[in-house]
């Protein structure tokens, strides 16, 4: 079903796609083969993180001149418009070296989850990475110095009042304040409510974004909503804003690479 989801993609070059396999599963050389995907063998002797890095290595071996790469788990079925979707992030992806994946998987979108892949962290399940991000400084990412940039870029933010951008059919089209537009920008939206989805409607709409009604929020930070009652000295508004974090030439993370996760339907 993966391979078939794929295959429905408008647009689609099926010279650019390559199917990372374990030898121990030779029947998925035939399977590639029957539609047409250039498939390669990865010895997987270790865990599931060495697998994926021998399917890296593959990658770059196969496409020397890429700089990015869309990774594709099994099972992962793809909207229609997933390549589409991948398209309107990639100008906000490429445009900051600091970046180091997308995420295409909105965990929220869903109404039934026992149709799922079970598994505490979907993230990975398909992602636009790029190669040349560098971890300088991993120490930065435990969980008190996180917290505390957290709070500092948040509460130095310009607010952003996304009310009137709900007919906007295109990331490009969003208006950044100018100040913004000089330097990188980070965005999030909050709530001081976590039970209340205003928020949550609001931005998701913004940007044609789904969410279902019907479950609770997951995968929230720390597995709750009150993230923002715990870091220090912020005042949250009740109408819905997008903060625009603007960072100095100086990043303030030293160097540790920030990820930017969009999520999108299934």
């Known amino acids: 079903m993966c391979f078939e989801s794929l295959m429905m993609q408008p647009g689609l070059t099926l ?50 001149n890429a700089s990015y790469v869309i990774v594709l788990e099994e099972g992962t079925l793809l909207s229609p418009d ?20 997308i995420s295409g998987w909105n965990e929220n979108a ?10 505490d962290n979907r993230r990975d399940l398909h992602i636009k990475a790029n190669k040349n991000v560098v971890i300088d400084h991993p120490s930065l990412l435990k969980e008190d110095s996180y917290d505390r940039n957290l709070s500092t870029v948040i509460s130095e933010a310009m607010l952003w009042d996304v009310k009137g951008c709900s007919g906007v059919e295109h990331l490009s089209e969003i208006k950044i304040p100018s ?59 009740q109408v819905i804003m997008l903060k625009a974090v603007v960072y100095p030439s100086a990043d303030r993370c030293s160097g540790a690479a920030k990820r930017l996760s969009i999520s999108r339907s299934t």
């Not at 992030?89 to 180091?100: E, G, T």
């Not at 909503?225 to 508004?237: K, T």
Request: hydrophobic share 40%.
């Open 110 to 119: 869903c109404s039934v989850f026992s149709f799922l892949r079970q598994a």
């Open 82 to 101: 997933f390549l589409y979707f991948m398209s309107q992030v990639f100008p906000v992806f490429a445009s900051d070296s600091k970046l180091a994946t």
């Open 15 to 64: 010279s650019n796609i390559l199917v990372a396999y374990d030898p121990s599963y030779p029947e998925i050389v035939d399977l590639s083969a029957l539609y047409n995907f250039t498939s390669v063998g990865v010895e997987k002797s270790g865990s599931k993180s060495d697998f994926l890095a021998g399917s890296f290595e593959a990658v770059w071996s196969k496409f020397p």
């Open 179 to 237: 100040k913004a537009k000089r330097s990188t920008s980070l965005k999030v939206f909050f709530s001081d409510d976590p039970t209340n989805r205003n928020s949550l409607a609001a931005v998701a709409s913004c940007f044609g974004l789904r969410h279902s009604n019907a479950h609770p929020l997951i995968n929230l930070y720390k597995g709750d909503g009150d993230v923002f009652e715990r870091v220090q000295a912020l005042s949250l508004e």
